[in-house]
């Protein structure tokens, strides 16, 4: 997956877009690491870029531009394929609401080390923001994936988490009630004694 990635990272600094990792990678970084088959990116990008990324991905990755561009113009993901991997990396347009803006914002330089790959260095969105996303795609998905669930508490119990922005940014993104019941369950973990 790191080929993949670093090929595809090279092309959006070589373009001048402002990205940052999201998803499992991010919380892996800050919580839990997992396998994954794929990465996503948050990307400030719009039609007019995608004739050049897949210009330049060549014969590296496949992307379709015709479908890249239908779904930036409605805000929703494309992907592209390594060739060589298999790898996919989801590309996610950043939209201009305040909690991407401040998600692009607060995103920092970390190292992502995939066993057997080596590392990479990348922006990455902040613990709180990896919180607050995950916490949303849980809502979305109905509330129902235990995956979703444990990347969430991997982060919250493993981070020192910065309670007052999550308060601020929960009731406006529909997640209060999520984050309750997530600070209730780090407060028991927290409280168990350690061997």
Same mark, same amino acid.
């Given at each position: 997956?790191?080929?993949?990635?670093?090929?595809?990272?090279?092309?959006?600094?070589?373009?001048?877009?402002?990205?940052?990792?999201?998803?499992?990678?991010?919380?892996?970084?800050?919580?839990?690491?997992?396998?994954?088959?794929?990465?996503?990116?948050?990307?400030?990008?719009?039609?007019?870029?995608?004739? /050049?990324?897949?210009?330049? &991905?060549?014969?590296?990755?496949?992307?379709?531009?015709?479908?890249?561009?239908?779904?930036?113009?409605?805000?929703?993901?494309?992907?592209?394929?390594?060739?060589?991997?298999?790898?996919?990396?989801?590309?996610?347009?950043?939209?201009?609401?305040?909690?991407?803006?401040?998600?692009?914002?607060?995103?920092?330089? /970390?190292?992502?080390?995939?066993?057997? /790959?080596? &590392?990479?260095?990348?922006?990455?969105?902040?613990?709180?923001?990896?919180?607050?996303?995950?916490?949303?795609?849980?809502?979305?998905?109905?509330?129902?994936?235990?995956?979703?669930?444990?990347?969430?508490?991997?982060?919250?119990?493993?981070?020192?988490?910065?309670?007052?922005?999550?308060? /601020?940014?929960?009731?406006?993104?529909?997640?209060?009630?999520?984050?309750?019941?997530?600070?209730?369950?780090?407060?028991?973990?927290?409280?168990?004694?350690?061997?």
């Amino acid at each position: 997956m790191n080929d993949a990635l670093r090929a595809l990272l090279a092309i959006l600094n070589d373009l001048g877009l402002r990205y940052f990792a999201v998803g499992s990678v991010a919380s892996s970084i800050h919580g839990v690491a997992r396998f994954t088959n794929d990465v996503d990116l948050l990307v400030e990008i719009d039609e007019s870029a995608v004739d /050049q990324i897949a210009a330049r &991905a060549g014969k590296a990755f496949y992307v379709d531009p015709d479908e890249a561009k239908r779904s930036i113009r409605i805000g929703r993901a494309f992907n592209l394929l390594h060739l060589a991997t298999a790898g996919k990396i989801d590309i996610f347009p950043i939209g201009r609401d305040e909690f991407h803006q401040s998600e692009l914002a607060r995103s920092a330089e /970390q190292e992502w080390v995939v066993p057997g /790959q080596g &590392a990479i260095r990348l922006p990455v969105a902040s613990a709180e923001d990896t919180v607050l996303s995950k916490l949303r795609w849980y809502k979305m998905g109905g509330m129902v994936s235990d995956r979703q669930w444990s990347d969430i508490l991997g982060v919250a119990s493993r981070v020192d988490l910065h309670w007052a922005y999550l308060r /601020q940014w929960a009731p406006r993104i529909g997640v209060a009630e999520l984050l309750d019941r997530l600070g209730a369950e780090v407060g028991r973990i927290r409280s168990l004694p350690s061997d």
